[in-house]
């Protein structure tokens, strides 16, 4: 029984990968502003933002239900435009026994290609993937482009 898996997702979006990819780098105490309806609050549990090591608390509602992850940034690639979080704690581990959030905004054109990858192990074969987790994220892109694009 395999319980460990891989979803992914992409959506082209109008604002400049760079300054995609900078809101969850330097700035995702900002996504809360930008999208409050789905990011409640985040704040800096450890070490500075932007930085490699940190810890960052997200509150956050999938389809109205509440939930509270802690993540560390495992992983910052400023060529590729990537990020990678771990989650240490949270809703999301009474469920999996590891997972990760990997995103890469990758220029296209005048567009940027978002690119998310859910990385899990579940705790059960009963626990479904996290597909509900990852059009939360596609639908948040959504919401943080238009407030690129505005700016």
Known sequence: MVLAGKVQAETL??????????MFWKKPHHISNVSPQN????????????????VIVWNFAIDGNTQV???????????????TFKVIEGDILKEHKSFKI??????K??????????EYEKL?????????????????SEHIDDHLVQA
């Open 13 to 22: 979006i109008r604002a400049p990968a760079d300054k995609f990819h900078e």
């Open 124 to 140: 059960n074969k009963d626990i479904s993937a996290p597909l509900k987790e990852l059009g939360f994220l596609i639908h948040l």
């Open 69 to 83: 992850a802690k993540e560390i940034v495992e992983a910052i690639d400023e060529k590729n435009k990537s990020i």
């Open 109 to 118: 054109g005048d567009f940027t290609l978002v690119h998310w990858t859910l």
């Open 39 to 54: 990011i409640q609050k985040c704040h800096l549990h450890e070490g500075d933002w932007g930085s490699l090591g940190s």
């Open 102 to 107: 990997l995103l890469q905004a990758i220029p």
